[in-house]
């Protein structure tokens, strides 16, 4: 059983920056697919980024593209979130979640989320 634990979120200003880590736990992630999601208020979860598990590709959603880095430290079984020129629109609650296998953009193909982490940015 893999547990997932996010760290890193709080409150910070347009146009700042937060780095969220993913700390997981129980079982090795090194060979799983580790993506990033977000919810907001009233709104459904919607893909952010994810990494292949060598880290040699990565994708985003097009709303975070350029702004938002995902990265991984297997040897650290660590997953990082590196978020700057946040906008207000960025505010959410941020999961980590890992798969083994899938479609990486879709929310199904994972089945281990973290409990959250919420990102707050103020305008």
């Known amino acids: 059983q893999v547990q997932l634990v996010e760290s890193g979120g709080g409150l910070v200003q347009a146009g700042g920056s937060l780095r969220l880590s993913c700390a997981a736990s129980g079982r090795t992630v090194s060979r799983y697919l580790m993506g990033w999601f977000r919810q907001a208020p009233g709104k459904e979860r919607e893909f952010v980024a994810a990494?292949?598990?060598?880290?040699?590709?990565?994708w985003y959603a097009a709303s975070v593209k350029g702004r938002f880095t995902i990265s991984r430290d297997n040897a650290k079984n660590t997953v990082y979130l590196e978020m700057n020129s946040l906008k207000p629109e960025d505010t959410a609650v941020y999961y980590c979640?890992?798969?083994?296998?899938?479609?990486?953009?879709?929310?199904?193909?994972?089945?281990?989320w973290g409990q959250g982490t919420p990102v707050t940015v103020s305008s």
């Open positions: 979640a890992a798969s083994q296998g899938g479609t990486y953009y879709y929310y199904g193909s994972y089945g281990h």
């Open positions: 990494i292949r598990w060598s880290g040699s590709s990565t």
